[in-house]
């Protein structure tokens, strides 16, 4: 499975922007899409996620600001980024689960840069 990810800029506090998250190979079973981000000096966390059923999650950071889709027949995540703030500045990383066995396997994009200047 590859990830690959668009959409990272730079923009203004305030601002929106949208990601976006194409995968392809053998995509069968994935049934957890998201984006985690990571910022200078600080563990990776989890932004937003989304099930194939489309049930979301997201970091209480985010609630409100970001909202996350699925298109399935276009193997796409989105991520759709309002109201962003500084803080929200991070490389961010697509990911996927796959449930192939005993063990999900987990992909992970390549990251794009996301940077909102105050």
């Known amino acids: 499975v590859q990830l690959q990810a668009f959409g990272g800029g730079l923009v203004q506090a305030g601002g929106s922007l949208r990601l976006s998250c194409a995968a392809s190979?053998?995509?069968?079973?994935?049934?957890?899409m998201g984006w985690y981000r990571q910022a200078p000096g600080k563990q990776r966390e989890l932004v937003a996620s989304?099930?194939?059923?489309?049930?979301?999650n997201y970091a209480d950071s985010v609630k409100g600001r970001f909202t996350i889709s699925r298109d399935n027949a276009k193997n796409t995540v989105y991520l759709q980024m309002s109201s962003l703030k500084p803080e929200d500045t991070a490389v961010y990383y697509c990911?996927?689960?796959?449930?192939?066995?005993?063990?999900?396997?987990?992909?992970w994009g390549q990251g794009t840069q996301v940077t909102v200047s105050s």
């Open positions: 190979g053998r995509i069968f079973s994935i049934n957890v």
């Open positions: 990911h996927a689960r796959q449930s192939v066995g005993i063990q999900p396997i987990h992909y």
């Open positions: 989304i099930t194939s059923g489309t049930s979301t």
